[in-house]
């Protein structure tokens, strides 16, 4: 579930409807077999974790944090520096939830930017590698943001 902004905001998603039976969306789609993964900024990830399905049904949950720090996340998203704890908290109450299952498999993503030297140096991949341990995610997901296109493609 992604969109053209934050998917949680849209209440259907995690909490039952008239429309699905009484069911949420992502009930819905679980209950017809269809794998469901969730790209998240995990401001409401802790709504999502109390929804009326199975976690361990999903098959994916990235949270885009972007940040290894309040102040940096706060820059990034424009959001209060309060935000990015209470982000990483889900992030790790979703992780002790699924316990051992395989899935979701949960992870964090990250832009890399030329731009403005945002994750680009060694000492921000040692903290995004840091933070993703002591989250205890799966994986870590980057993205390159750069200047231009001609630059982009030099890069690969």
């Known amino acids: ?3 053209g902004g934050e998917p949680l905001i849209y209440r259907g998603l995690f909490r039952p ?3 699905f039976g009484n069911r949420s969306i992502t ?3 679980i209950d017809n077999s269809i794998w469901v993964g969730l790209i998240t900024n995990g401001e409401l990830l802790d ?3 109390n929804a009326d399905f199975d976690l361990k049904k999903l098959m994916i949950i990235r949270v885009s944090l972007d940040a290894t720090n309040k102040k940096n996340h706060s820059l990034r ?4 520096e309060s935000h990015f704890n209470k982000i990483c908290d889900s992030i790790y109450k979703t992780v002790c939830l699924r316990g051992n299952a395989k899935t979701p498999a949960i992870g964090i993503s990250f832009v890399i930017s030329c731009k403005d030297d945002v994750n680009n140096t060694l000492h921000d991949i040692t903290e995004i590698c840091n933070l993703a341990k002591m989250l205890k995610v799966d994986f870590v997901q980057y993205n390159y943001l750069s200047k231009n296109h001609q630059e982009q493609n030099q890069a690969v």
Do not use: E, N
């Open 1 to 3: 579930m992604t969109g």
């Open 17 to 19: 409807t008239k429309q």
């Open 27 to 29: 009930k819905y789609l």
């Open 47 to 49: 709504k999502f974790i």
């Open 77 to 80: 998203h424009r959001c209060d």
